[in-house]
């Protein structure tokens, strides 16, 4: 009889346990990352929008480095997305003219706010037009503000950086 009593009693705090993590609001126990739990709305994750300032991704978006800068010439999907995305972005030099022996050398997508990559290597293709590069398999694993780096080198071999905020709400 005593062994029941200590079976029920673990399991009945088994269960309250689990229920009061269900019910808990600390986003801060996942790291932000959602679990999805019977009876809650829907929602995948805790996402409350972007900081100000992180402009929209669109044909024209252009950051600068030291010596190059990259320019999104197009966006697929249009409005980034959760997961797959694609890119075709030009080099240039910061005076806008055109950087015809620079590089695209490596990209990667990065989650500030949790310190974590879209864990999937971009995909890094030159193009027919000297100094632009599709950029396949930008992954955003959440919704939530990211950055696009990437690693350039010059003509004259100096290597560069470049950082895009996005905003991926979908």
Not at 1 to 26: I, Y
Not at 62 to 80: D, N, R
Not at 126 to 153: H, I, K, Y
Request: include cysteine; charged fraction near 20%.
């Amino acid at each position: 009889m005593k062994q029941r009593r200590t079976t029920v009693a673990s399991t009945m705090l088994l269960v309250c346990s689990l229920a009061a993590c269900e019910g808990s609001d600390d986003s801060s126990a996942s790291h932000g990352h959602s679990v999805s739990h019977a009876g809650t709305s829907g929602e995948e994750d805790d996402f409350k929008g972007c900081p100000d300032g992180y402009p929209n991704v669109a044909p024209g978006l252009q950051v600068m480095g030291e010596q190059l800068a990259v320019k999104v010439i197009a966006a697929s999907p249009a409005e980034p997305e959760r997961y797959i995305n694609g890119w075709t972005v030009e080099l240039s030099a910061r005076d806008g003219s055109p950087a015809l022996d620079a590089e695209l050398i490596r990209g990667q997508t990065f989650m500030p706010v949790h310190g974590h990559d879209g864990r999937v290597q971009p995909k890094l293709t030159a193009l027919e037009l000297p100094g632009q590069f599709e950029v396949d398999r930008l992954n955003f694993t959440m919704r939530g503000p990211w950055e696009v780096r990437f690693w350039l080198r010059a003509g004259s071999g100096a290597e560069d950086h470049v950082v895009f905020n996005v905003c991926v709400a979908k």
